[in-house]
């Protein structure tokens, strides 16, 4: 039902094509000029100053998208889980007042810290952890990736997390960071696979993950709000992870990892006979096609971040954000 940031994406690639073509990386050595190939070798993702540019610009564009409503604002800042977030919401507000945000807010970050790993191919990418002057104090955790050195920086995680949440990273004598390959089999469970098994934990539960509000406690709404008079409501949990999608995974200093992943849900109300489902807030209602008869699906995106030990051990998911990409009525 939702889209996986095709037009934003091809506009990149389109992009990327008439930069690439003319941009060769060299290195001056005594012997004469070395092509220095961004796949193989092992550098730093980002420079601090790049980094610190990148999280600005995100931020302006952030700001002037929402005080449009105008997803074409940010669109080269933004992707995967948070652009496809991002786009909805500004979607709705667009069609809820289409001469703007009278209630803009600029998101204004501080305190902000950069953890940037060395790693070899792309994607590079990097975490920007920072104090906002929304979301009261939870500290705002983006990951900012890209495909290519033609390419922005583009936001595609955005966690919000309990100061003592935010974990400490391994960081080698020079102040940089350890990317995790999404196949390692020395965590608990595969960064690749994380997605999947978190899909597979909210329909069937398990021993996967440690009991939270985002494991246990969801489960346990559901199951709440499943049956209620005259109406039904059905879930479907799916894996996100191609893509800007792909999970991404940090070692900590314990030897486990932080990682980011994404995952899609569905989640449809049904009307006995005779009944009918509430009238939704004006916001899904935007998002909404078809008729509402007898049911309304709701898609939802959402991206978390989990604490992925080292050898066994549950997994712990540790912030989560999510919102509606779109529904369906029937």
């Not at 074409?72 to 007042?97: C, F, N, P, T, Y």
């Amino acid at each position: 039902m939702s889209r996986d940031r095709g037009p934003r994406k091809l506009r990149r690639l389109d992009r990327s094509a008439l930069i690439a073509a003319s941009l060769t990386a060299l290195s001056l050595t005594a012997s004469g000029c070395v092509v220095v190939h961004g796949e193989r070798e092992v550098l730093p993702s980002a420079t601090k100053a790049e980094a610190a540019k990148a999280l600005q610009q995100f931020t302006t564009a952030y700001n002037e998208a929402d005080k449009a409503y105008d997803s074409s604002l940010d669109a080269d800042h933004v992707s995967g889980a948070l652009g496809a977030i991002d786009e909805a919401r500004l979607k709705a507000g667009k069609a809820l007042s289409p001469d703007g945000n009278a209630a803009h807010t600029p998101l204004e970050l501080s305190d902000t810290k950069f953890t940037i790993p060395k790693k070899a191919g792309w994607p590079r990418w990097f975490v920007a952890d920072a104090a906002a002057n929304k979301g009261a104090t939870a500290r705002w955790v983006f990951v900012f990736s890209r495909d290519s050195l033609a390419e922005p920086w583009e936001a595609s995680y955005l966690t919000l997390m309990a100061p003592g949440d935010v974990p400490q990273f391994k960081t080698d004598k020079d102040g940089w960071a350890e990317a995790v390959p999404a196949n390692s089999t020395e965590l608990a469970v595969p960064p690749a696979d994380l997605s999947k098994d978190y899909a597979a934990y909210l329909k069937d539960g398990g021993n996967t993950f440690a009991d939270s509000r985002h494991t246990s406690g969801w489960r346990a709404k559901r199951a709440k709000e499943a049956e209620r008079p005259g109406l039904v409501r059905q879930y479907i949990d799916e894996p996100l992870t191609d893509g800007d999608y792909a999970p991404l995974a940090l070692r900590t200093k314990d030897g486990g990892a932080l990682v980011f992943f994404t995952t899609r849900h569905y989640e449809k109300e049904t009307a006995h006979s005779g009944a009918a489902v509430p009238t939704p807030e004006k916001a899904v209602l935007a998002l909404t096609t078809g008729e509402i008869k007898q049911s309304l699906t709701v898609e939802i995106v959402s991206n978390g971040a989990a604490l992925d030990p080292k050898g066994s051990g549950k997994v712990q998911i540790i912030g989560r954000t999510q919102g509606m990409t779109s529904a369906k009525g029937e």
